[in-house]
């Protein structure tokens, strides 16, 4: 067996030698008529809304004389030994590395040199298809017989990957603060030995695990004979400071937008796979700093236990997206929850649902009674749902006092009211495409759908009727300015405004102290912090927390629970409440109220805001809804009338 696999070695290094060889001959001839242009290739510049570049980075391409030796030396003892003695394949090393994988069974070690690695960087995505790996050895031939070792390994340390940014002189001044020239060797050697897992090896992730990597390439630079074992012991107990930020943009959230640039920035078809056919990249974003810096501070100073967060600003108009919390600090975990994940909405879905109403007849007056009710179905199923501490008002209560309340029974009356699939219908119209059921709890927000598109969705609200989709890039260009591609917003009208407007109003009811009664409006808390008009919805499941509010121009989302869906306290919502008014009211500072202006189809009706009944003078607290002209109530209705049919619902059941 052990021959076997010896011999099994030796064929596929034969074959490799084989290919390679026939490869350099073919270039040798042919290959100087297209020389690879690898001056900034691998290099994408991510720039904000003022054509900033994102977190401080530079742009500028550092000369390999302008890179400490140490650097230099540190990344060849722990990449490429062999680095100037193969002509970019080390076929001893590939030899070794299969026979020890073929041995135990498991990729445990690797064979890829500075060469390989950067022709792989070459490439925006990493598909692991022979197609690709083909290709990679082919680019590397003609690198290396294009390029002197110097170049390549130059290319190589401007464009790899040191954890939270791209390029040596950049990891220089973000890690240390200084020139890549004027590294020592206890900081070059910890800068070598991040990128071989630079969510692993970062001494800001995990400096215990870096440190370990550290004295890994202080041992590969004393075997090659660079320092002696005096220098590695000093440089290992030498005690480094760690900067950890660019300039002066303290974030620890901002990592997480660029990592949806660049998501997004994959699925876009018009970017060619590989740097080679652009130099490099150029991408502008419409992240307001200004923006991330309030919403980052706001969640400080809020969430203060283990709880993780998400958040997206969006502008409404267009689904530009301007700030972005995919959680509480990228060092300590990378997972966007913004962007990736998918969790149960709870209540955040009713507005869809009473907009879904007021499309099938429903007004803001239109009443159904709060109490502990069981709905019975075909085949005696049974669903009971209850309100929040098994608060019930006992009475018949106006849909804005159930969404100031978040009343589950209403909610579901509504939804089987309507027929479940109306609700379906309305969440994909406004652009959710995550897996919905066609069931009672749906009204509940049982199915899970990611806060990305839930942002979209409200967005649709808050722009009056148009389907937006929630993008990071403005456009991209190669490193001469040529536009790859370019954001055209597309308008596409899938809600009715009047209908719109009037549901935005209906979410002014959340903090409105004129429905304080049998119970509180679930936003009253943070009134008294508003300085203008807001559309607001929480809800609340056992794991999950969520929020979304707006005006004309901003959308804010928010979300908080654990990442193990572990069960979260009821209170822990209060901290996201609070969050979320904190940020809109910084970013909207200065910034002119910027509301509705009634439709001419609309109009508004003083009532009491419990039953929904037009107000009379002794009326308390009156409160203005919202009808389309013709369905206000009037001085003769009587309650009945406030029912969308005479059809007795509260016991209804389903055939």
Same mark, same amino acid.
């Given at each position: 067996?052990?021959?076997?696999?010896?011999?099994?070695?030796?064929?596929?290094?034969?074959?490799?030698?084989?290919?390679?060889?026939?490869?350099?001959?073919?270039?040798?001839?042919?290959?100087?008529?297209?020389?690879?242009?690898?001056?900034?290739?691998?290099?994408?510049?991510?720039?904000?809304?003022?054509?900033?570049?994102?977190?401080?980075?530079?742009?500028?391409?550092?000369?390999?004389?302008?890179?400490?030796?140490?650097?230099?030396?540190?990344?060849?003892?722990?990449?490429?030994?062999?680095?100037?003695?193969?002509?970019?394949?080390?076929?001893?090393?590939?030899?070794?590395?299969?026979?020890?994988?073929?041995?135990?069974?498991?990729?445990?070690?690797?064979?890829?040199?500075?060469?390989?690695?950067?022709?792989?960087?070459?490439?925006?995505?990493?598909?692991?298809?022979?197609?690709?790996?083909?290709?990679?050895?082919?680019?590397?031939?003609?690198?290396?017989?294009?390029?002197?070792?110097?170049?390549?390994?130059?290319?190589?340390?401007?464009?790899?990957?040191?954890?939270?940014?791209?390029?040596?002189? %950049?990891?220089?001044?973000?890690?240390?603060?200084?020139?890549?020239?004027?590294?020592?060797?206890?900081?070059?050697?910890?800068?070598?030995?991040?990128?071989?897992?630079?969510?692993?090896?970062?001494?800001?992730?995990?400096?215990?695990?870096?440190?370990?990597?550290?004295?890994?390439?202080?041992?590969?630079?004393?075997?090659?004979?660079?320092?002696?074992?005096?220098?590695?012991?000093?440089?290992?107990?030498?005690?480094?400071?760690?900067?950890?930020?660019?300039?002066?943009?303290?974030?620890?959230?901002?990592?997480?937008?660029?990592?949806?640039?660049?998501?997004?920035?994959?699925?876009?078809?018009?970017?060619?796979?590989?740097?080679?056919?652009?130099?490099?990249?150029?991408?502008?974003?419409?992240?307001?700093?200004?923006?991330?810096?309030?919403?980052?501070?706001?969640?400080?100073?809020?969430?203060?236990?283990?709880?993780?967060?998400?958040?997206?600003?969006?502008?409404?108009?267009?689904?530009?997206?301007?700030?972005?919390?995919?959680?509480?600090?990228?060092?300590?975990? =990378?997972?966007?929850?913004?962007?990736?994940?998918?969790? =149960?909405?709870?209540?955040?879905?009713?507005?869809?649902?009473?907009?879904?109403?007021?499309?099938?007849?429903?007004?803001?007056?239109?009443?159904?009674?709060?109490?502990?009710?069981?709905?019975?179905?075909?085949?005696?199923?049974?669903?009971?749902?209850?309100?929040?501490?098994?608060?019930?008002?006992?009475?018949?209560?106006?849909?804005?006092?159930?969404?100031?309340?978040?009343?589950?029974?209403?909610?579901?009356?509504?939804?089987?009211?309507?027929?479940? %699939?109306?609700?379906?219908?309305?969440?994909?119209?406004?652009?959710?495409?995550?897996?919905?059921?066609?069931?009672?709890?749906?009204?509940?927000?049982?199915?899970?759908?990611?806060?990305?598109?839930?942002?979209?969705?409200?967005?649709?609200?808050?722009?009056?009727?148009?389907?937006?989709?929630?993008?990071?890039?403005?456009?991209?260009?190669?490193?001469?300015?040529?536009?790859?591609?370019?954001?055209? %917003?597309?308008?596409?009208?899938?809600?009715?405004?009047?209908?719109?407007?009037?549901?935005?109003?209906?979410?002014?009811?959340?903090?409105?102290?004129?429905?304080?009664?049998?119970?509180?409006?679930?936003?009253?808390?943070?009134?008294?912090?508003?300085?203008?008009?807001?559309?607001?919805?929480?809800?609340?499941?056992?794991?999950?927390?969520?929020?979304?509010?707006?005006?004309?121009?901003?959308?804010?989302?928010?979300?908080?629970?654990?990442?193990?869906?572990?069960?979260?306290?009821?209170?822990?919502?209060?901290?996201?409440?609070?969050?979320?008014?904190?940020?809109?009211?910084?970013?909207?500072?200065?910034?002119?109220?910027?509301?509705?202006?009634?439709?001419?189809?609309?109009?508004?009706?003083?009532?009491?805001?419990?039953?929904?009944?037009?107000?009379?003078?002794?009326?308390?607290?009156?409160?203005?809804?919202?009808?389309?002209?013709?369905?206000?109530?009037?001085?003769?209705?009587?309650?009945?009338?406030?029912?969308?049919?005479?059809?007795?619902?509260?016991?209804?059941?389903?055939?």
């Amino acid at each position: 067996m052990h021959m076997k696999k010896l011999k099994k070695v030796f064929i596929i290094l034969l074959i490799l030698v084989f290919i390679i060889t026939i490869t350099h001959f073919l270039i040798y001839f042919i290959g100087s008529k297209n020389k690879l242009n690898i001056n900034k290739s691998n290099s994408y510049y991510i720039y904000d809304k003022d054509k900033n570049l994102m977190n401080g980075l530079s742009d500028e391409w550092v000369k390999k004389k302008d890179i400490s030796k140490h650097v230099i030396n540190a990344t060849i003892s722990i990449e490429d030994k062999n680095f100037y003695k193969h002509h970019g394949f080390d076929f001893p090393r590939i030899a070794k590395s299969l026979y020890v994988n073929l041995i135990n069974k498991d990729n445990l070690q690797g064979a890829s040199t500075i060469s390989q690695q950067y022709t792989k960087n070459l490439f925006l995505d990493f598909n692991k298809t022979w197609k690709r790996k083909i290709k990679e050895a082919w680019l590397t031939v003609r690198l290396e017989s294009q390029y002197s070792k110097d170049e390549i390994l130059e290319g190589y340390l401007n464009t790899i990957n040191y954890g939270e940014v791209y390029g040596i002189e %950049n990891a220089s001044h973000y890690y240390f603060n200084k020139d890549a020239k004027d590294l020592t060797l206890a900081e070059s050697t910890m800068l070598a030995g991040i990128p071989k897992s630079p969510t692993n090896y970062s001494p800001l992730v995990n400096e215990k695990k870096a440190k370990e990597r550290q004295l890994l390439v202080l041992n590969a630079m004393v075997n090659n004979k660079y320092i002696t074992e005096e220098e590695k012991d000093k440089a290992y107990k030498e005690k480094l400071n760690y900067y950890g930020y660019i300039k002066e943009n303290k974030l620890d959230t901002l990592m997480y937008y660029q990592d949806a640039v660049r998501k997004e920035l994959n699925s876009i078809d018009t970017i060619p796979n590989t740097f080679l056919d652009t130099g490099g990249l150029k991408i502008y974003t419409y992240l307001d700093m200004e923006a991330q810096e309030k919403l980052e501070q706001a969640m400080k100073n809020n969430v203060n236990n283990d709880l993780e967060v998400a958040s997206i600003m969006m502008k409404p108009k267009n689904g530009e997206v301007i700030a972005l919390i995919g959680g509480k600090n990228y060092t300590n975990s =990378q997972f966007n929850r913004a962007t990736s994940s998918k969790r =149960q909405v709870g209540s955040t879905l009713k507005p869809f649902l009473y907009y879904s109403a007021l499309e099938n007849g429903f007004t803001s007056s239109t009443t159904f009674t709060s109490e502990e009710t069981t709905f019975v179905f075909s085949n005696n199923k049974t669903y009971a749902p209850a309100n929040y501490n098994n608060n019930y008002g006992n009475k018949q209560i106006s849909m804005a006092a159930a969404i100031a309340y978040s009343d589950n029974i209403y909610a579901v009356k509504t939804h089987i009211f309507l027929g479940e %699939n109306t609700l379906v219908d309305t969440l994909k119209r406004v652009g959710i495409t995550s897996s919905l059921s066609a069931i009672p709890s749906l009204a509940l927000g049982s199915e899970e759908i990611s806060l990305l598109e839930m942002t979209q969705a409200y967005s649709s609200l808050a722009n009056l009727g148009y389907k937006v989709k929630g993008h990071f890039i403005k456009k991209v260009t190669d490193m001469d300015g040529n536009i790859l591609y370019e954001y055209k %917003n597309e308008k596409n009208k899938i809600l009715n405004s009047n209908i719109a407007y009037i549901t935005n109003e209906l979410l002014t009811s959340t903090y409105n102290y004129n429905f304080i009664d049998y119970n509180y409006p679930t936003c009253y808390d943070i009134t008294d912090k508003m300085t203008r008009k807001y559309a607001i919805k929480t809800g609340t499941t056992d794991t999950d927390h969520l929020i979304f509010g707006y005006n004309k121009d901003i959308v804010l989302g928010i979300w908080s629970g654990y990442d193990d869906a572990k069960k979260s306290e009821v209170t822990d919502g209060k901290q996201i409440r609070y969050m979320w008014i904190d940020a809109i009211e910084a970013y909207l500072k200065d910034k002119k109220d910027n509301w509705y202006k009634t439709p001419d189809n609309v109009v508004g009706t003083l009532v009491d805001p419990i039953t929904g009944q037009i107000a009379t003078k002794d009326t308390k607290n009156a409160t203005m809804f919202y009808y389309i002209k013709g369905t206000q109530p009037s001085y003769d209705d009587s309650l009945d009338s406030l029912i969308p049919t005479s059809k007795t619902i509260d016991n209804i059941q389903e055939e």
